[in-house]
């Protein structure tokens, strides 16, 4: 499969742990999007690397969260001191080239915080 | 200024019917303007996408109609079948904001085709 991956794809974890989740983009693709799903409502930005700089962060993403890109490859979402509020389904997109190019988003990993 | 407002929340449709969902923005500088369908339990999939510079984009069942002036635009599902249920996420973005590709999500619309 030469798509997004993402994993892992559902999490449960309880209140004040740390999660961390992982995407892999299709191979040739230089741009990484994070995004954040709640029930019912559309994708939201969380943030964004080119190659392995993280260009843009949203104001979404409190201090508890921090994404990384090593080596422009995989990225790693994680999450400190989970809350309740953070429960949702989180995207991974990639894309290719400059401007305003496909993103292909994968399966989402879906965190469930109790 | 960022957002991007879409109706209806749902849609029942009979099949072979015609779907129509709508979506209007305010940010002038939106020049990218895609179509995504989901499926419970699964990530966004790219169906059809526009730029501004057309005002209508077909690509099977799927036309996109964009209306630059009054800063709106709409999707239609020509022939629609139970397969097509689904909620569908119209987006947009500007290659001004940074040259890459921060998408603005549509509150989404859950379409069921009844047979």
């Known amino acids: 499969d030469t798509g997004v991956s993402q994993d892992p794809r559902h999490k449960i974890t309880k209140r004040g742990q740390n999660v961390t989740f992982r995407c892999d983009p299709i191979s040739e693709h230089n741009r990484l999007y994070w995004y954040r799903q709640t029930l019912g409502q559309g994708p939201e930005f969380l943030t964004y690397f080119q190659n392995e700089a993280q260009l843009e962060k949203s104001r979404l993403l409190s201090d508890r969260f921090s994404a990384e890109r090593p080596k422009g490859s995989f990225s790693t979402l994680e999450i400190q001191r989970t809350e309740q509020g953070d429960s949702a389904m989180y995207l991974c997109a990639s894309s290719f080239g400059t401007g305003n190019t496909e993103a292909f988003f994968g399966q989402g990993t879906r965190l469930t915080v109790v | 200024q960022q957002q991007v407002k879409q109706s209806p929340q749902s849609l029942i449709v009979q099949k072979g019917g015609i779907s129509i969902i709508n979506c209007a923005y305010e940010?002038?500088?939106?020049?990218?303007f895609p179509w995504y369908q989901q499926f419970p339990g699964k990530g966004p999939a790219l169906l059809i996408a526009i730029r501004p510079d057309v005002s209508e984009k077909k690509e099977g069942r799927f036309t996109i109609s964009f209306n630059k002036s009054a800063k709106q635009f709409s999707l239609h599902i020509m022939d629609s079948q139970p397969g097509d249920s689904a909620t569908y996420f119209c987006?947009?973005?500007?290659?001004?904001?940074?040259?890459?590709?921060?998408?603005?999500f549509g509150a989404g619309t859950r379409l069921a085709v009844h047979p």
């Open positions: 940010n002038t500088a939106f020049d990218y």
């Open positions: 987006a947009a973005s500007s290659s001004f904001s940074g040259g890459y590709n921060k998408l603005i």
